[in-house]
């Protein structure tokens, strides 16, 4: 598998060639076309998603509401990433916002290759870490104004 897409996916941006050439190795490529479901909140989490090209929609269905997309990723981003840090189950929905291709990485492949090799383990799980505070940041934010607004 060409390790070009990874170089581009922030997670993976600080890691060498051979290391890039290891997860390489545990990715999966799959197309999804446009408006297919890639997994449902609720669902058991066991893997994460590259986005090499085409656009995902992360969205949750709100009651007498329907759904909310809370982002709209591209190429070089990726998604599901709680699959692999914890198991648990999806917090919400990622469909195919137009047809892409995905490269999913197994939580159990993941954990194997993090424990082979410490340096690439330290480099992406400091990158994951940045990822979910910003990430919580911007949900606090979120929250903040969704309260400011209910008061009127």
């Not at 009651?63 to 591209?74: C, F, K, N, Q, V």
């Amino acid at each position: 598998m060409d390790v070009a897409p990874l170089a581009q996916v922030t997670l993976f941006q600080g890691l060498s060639p051979s290391q890039l050439r290891k997860v390489a190795a545990i990715c999966e490529a799959e197309t999804v076309e446009a408006g297919a479901l890639i997994f449902r909140e609720g669902e058991p989490a066991q893997s994460m998603y590259l986005l090499v090209s085409g656009k995902v929609r992360i969205s949750r269905r709100v009651p007498g509401m329907g759904e909310e997309a809370l982002a709209i990723l591209d190429a070089g981003q990726y998604f599901g990433e709680m699959g692999v840090v914890e198991e648990s189950v999806r917090s919400a929905d990622a469909y195919a916002h137009e047809t892409a291709t995905l490269w999913r990485i197994d939580r159990r492949q993941f954990d194997q290759l993090l424990f082979t090799d410490k340096d690439l383990a330290y480099a992406v799980l400091w990158t994951l870490v940045r990822t979910l505070s910003a990430r919580l940041r911007e949900t606090n934010e979120k929250m903040k104004a969704f309260f400011a607004m209910s008061k009127f």
